[in-house]
């Protein structure tokens, strides 16, 4: 890849990460909490990468974008782990948790 495609890229990266409910502002939301202060560029950088290799495989392979959903990362976590995560930040914060099943 040319030195000239890299700004190009990054800027539709930046223009992808400022959407909402798409696959690739939730990855940029991912990764820029993932890296910590001052990750943004590592993180546009990343969302790049995903839109050139999206790009080569619908070229390749002569299909349509089916975009996975702004709430990906979310669906994809398993639903206990999240569960215990949020009760130990609410014990962490000085609350008592009792979880009961919804009938």
Request: overall charge positive; hydrophobic content about 40%; glycine content about 6%.
């Amino acid at each position: 890849m040319t030195r000239r495609c890299v700004p190009a890229l990054c800027q539709a990266a930046w223009a992808a990460a400022r959407t909402k409910d798409t696959y690739l502002a939730a990855q940029f939301r991912h990764l820029r909490r993932r890296f910590g202060k001052g990750g943004d560029n590592k993180a546009i950088f990343a969302v790049g990468h995903s839109i050139l290799v999206t790009a080569w495989h619908l070229l390749a392979n002569e299909c349509d974008y089916e975009d996975l959903g702004g709430d990906y990362f979310v669906r994809r976590t398993e639903a206990e782990a999240r569960k215990r995560y949020l009760i130990r930040q609410l014990e962490a914060m000085g609350q008592r948790v009792t979880v009961e099943s919804a009938a």
